[in-house]
């Protein structure tokens, strides 16, 4: 469906669970956590309810987030089921890799068609600084298992003096394998303010990628579900560096994506606390015809476009793992 500025919506990010195995410095603190009940989580079946909407009002694309959505009981399942909903062209995954290694067979199985893997670095002491758990080993197993048939990305967040020496390094892995490492710009929100870390700007991460590799060739992109980042490939890379910079180029006149957060709230923009309680809906038992309705009308107010760099009092208080990115 269309939104009131005629973007086309077809791509839901749902977020299964607020709990994660790791704590990254820019996304979540590291004690003090306030865990949703979960009684107030979404079930599996609600969320197949809402995904079922979704998919009538025009989604064609869902990806499952979290917190760390592999701590989800029974996800396998429901990407099984979200799979076989009709209009649903793809499942997807964004995952920390921690649980991957034990997971990703059944994902396969169940029919996942991509995942993306979030790894700021390959140095395991920096691994365990930014994440505050040593646990490097595991991740790079669960990146080792993934089938080669599977859409894989590598998202990284540059951070000023933290990862930045591992930029090369991250890159290179798509020289020799078919898959894209993306550098995405520090978003400020939440912890990302409070940390006193800071971003490293797209630019400059190209700049530095073309010294090395030689010319960052543009990649063109025919499948409108492929999201804001911008791909390029260096002449002898098989595989393809993006770079999401929601800051220094907004993207959002071309956004196509809601999200539903693991406690039922449909978020319509990541900066704002614009949109609907659907489990509240739900949970009231609302009939379905009502339901889409509301979620229709939620969407078709979308916010126009973020406002990271604005007044404070209209930023969602929300943190990052608790809307899955
Ligand atoms: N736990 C999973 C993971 O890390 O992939 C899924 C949830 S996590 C919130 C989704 C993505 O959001 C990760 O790639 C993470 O790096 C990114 N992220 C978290 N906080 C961010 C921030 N402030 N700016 C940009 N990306 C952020
Ligand atoms: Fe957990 Fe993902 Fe947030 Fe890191 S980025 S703390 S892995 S939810």
Redesign the pocket.
């Known amino acids: 469906m269309k939104d009131q500025f005629g973007r086309e919506i077809e791509y839901a990010r749902i977020?299964v669970t607020d709990r994660?195995n790791?704590r990254?410095r820019?996304?979540m603190p590291e004690c003090g956590v306030k865990k949703i009940p979960h009684a107030e989580i979404l079930t599996l079946e609600e969320v197949l309810h809402v995904a079922e909407i979704f998919s009538r009002l025009g989604i064609r694309k869902i990806r499952l987030?979290?917190?760390?959505?592999l701590l989800r009981k029974n996800l396998s399942t429901l990407v099984r089921e979200l799979k076989n909903l009709s209009g649903i062209e793809q499942v997807t995954l964004?995952?920390?890799?921690v649980l991957l290694k034990n997971f990703a067979p059944e994902l396969i199985a169940a029919g996942l068609d991509g995942v993306?893997?979030?790894l700021?670095t390959l140095d395991e002491n920096i691994f365990a600084d930014l994440t505050r758990r040593k646990l490097f080993g595991k991740v790079l197993e669960g990146l080792q298992t993934l089938d080669k048939n599977l859409s894989v990305k590598i998202?990284?967040?540059p951070l000023r003096g933290v990862n930045d020496g591992e930029i090369l390094r991250l890159a290179a892995l798509a020289e020799k394998n078919f898959i894209k490492v993306r550098f995405?710009?520090?978003?400020?929100?939440?912890?990302?303010w409070e940390s006193g870390l800071r971003?490293i700007p797209a630019a400059e991460i190209f700049s530095k990628l073309e010294k090395t590799f030689g010319r960052l060739v543009p990649v063109r992109e025919k499948n409108s579900l492929q999201g804001p980042a911008k791909y390029f490939q260096p002449k002898n890379f098989v595989g393809q560096i993006g770079f999401i910079d929601?800051l220094e180029h907004k993207f959002c006149g071309s956004c196509n994506r809601v999200r539903l957060t693991a406690e039922g709230f449909l978020k319509t923009c990541l900066s704002f606390d614009a949109g609907l309680d659907v489990k509240k809906l739900l949970r009231a038992g609302v009939g379905d015809e009502e339901l889409s309705e509301k979620i229709s009308d939620a969407i078709y107010h979308k916010p126009r476009e973020h406002f990271f760099d604005g007044d404070k009092k209209f930023r969602d208080k929300r943190q990052?793992?608790q809307?899955?990115?």
Do not use: K, R
């Not at 964004?94 to 890799?97: H, L």
């Open positions: 977020s994660c790791l990254c820019y996304c987030t979290g917190g760390e959505p964004t995952t920390n890799g993306n893997l979030s700021d998202n990284c967040v995405i710009e520090l978003m400020p929100i939440g912890c990302a971003g929601a990052m793992y809307v899955g990115g």
